[in-house]
């Protein structure tokens, strides 16, 4: 394990929990924050409200559901996008949306790759395996400040 971070932006607590499962089944040990909705996601990337003043980590990828309280998914992804800072940041949308809108607007605002969350335990964690395995170690990522 290094000092990948993984932000998991899920609102729904038992999402939270298969995810961090798959996670672990999988083997990927990596830092796993939690944002369980939009604002708190935002916070966190651009170190304000409760994440001000902390030293600035940015996530290697951000796992963000599409479907979230306070600031949906696609305004998080769109402020992320038009911040010259994380611009670049990897995001792959992880959604149980299956609306031909959400994915169109999810890849035009910028994101990486768009990931619908498959009903069984077994076919999720398999799916949390491959995106960790291609984002946080095949991947280079940008240069992010």
């Known amino acids: 394990m290094d000092n990948k971070i993984i932000l998991l932006v899920e609102d729904n ?85 299956k609306e031909e809108q959400d994915i169109f607007s999810g890849y035009k605002l910028g994101a990486n790759s768009y990931v619908r969350k498959p009903v069984d335990f077994e076919q999720f964690a398999d799916a949390i395996q491959y995106l960790g395995l291609y984002w946080l170690i095949v991947n280079e990522p940008p240069p992010i400040s």
Request: aromatic share 4%; charged share 25%; hydrophobic share 45%.
């Open 13 to 97: 607590p038992d999402d939270v929990d298969l995810t961090i499962r798959a996670l672990i089944k999988k083997k990927i040990l990596n830092k796993v924050v939690v944002a369980h909705d939009g604002a708190e996601a935002l916070d966190y990337i651009f170190q304000t409200g409760m994440y001000q003043g902390m030293k600035r980590t940015l996530p290697t990828v951000v796992l963000l559901d599409i479907k979230l309280p306070k600031i949906d998914g696609l305004e998080v992804l769109r402020r992320i996008r038009t911040n010259e800072q994380t611009k670049l940041l990897p995001v792959v949308i992880l959604t149980s949306s």
